[in-house]
């Protein structure tokens, strides 16, 4: 692994870490993310940006964090409508627009899909080992969340 990987990609997409990995546990435990970590992972994300691109970057990812908020929240209320049950939490809502701030809405399509596929394969070993899934079975999409965020981040400067 060259010096130049760790510095350019593989550092700048762990940099996250000390805030999605208590999240993540919370929202296993407790099913829940706190807001207190929801905005710390933004302000950090905007305080990154504002690090790299001044305060135009601060500006633009608010603005993204902002508009991922307005999509994701809509997505949830159609789902809701649809469905007749909440199938993505407030916290999960936030945590997206947090993430936006990190990865912008170019980086949002790689995060849903990594949290998504991960999701799927965890139903799917849940599934192996027993347990009964079906339309009712809950799982905290916090975790997955955190590892699509790493993943958009690690891909993102690659891309």
Known sequence: ???????????????????????????????????ALNLALLLLGLAVAGWRDGAEGIGLGLA??????????T????????????????????FIAAAAAWTGLAGLPVLVL??????LAAVGLLALAG???GRETALPFGPFLALGLHAALLIGPAG
């Open 64 to 73: 993204q964090a902002g508009l991922a908020y307005g999509l994701f929240r």
């Open 114 to 119: 990594a949290a998504s596929l991960s999701a």
């Open 75 to 94: 997505v949830r209320a159609l789902h809701a409508r649809a469905s007749g049950r909440i199938g993505l939490g407030l916290g999960d809502v936030k």
């Open 131 to 133: 347990r009964a899934i």
């Open 1 to 35: 692994m060259s010096a130049a990987f760790l510095a350019g990609a593989l550092l700048p997409a762990l940099l996250p870490l000390p805030l999605t990995l208590p999240a993540s546990l919370i929202d296993l435990h407790r099913r829940i993310i706190p807001d």
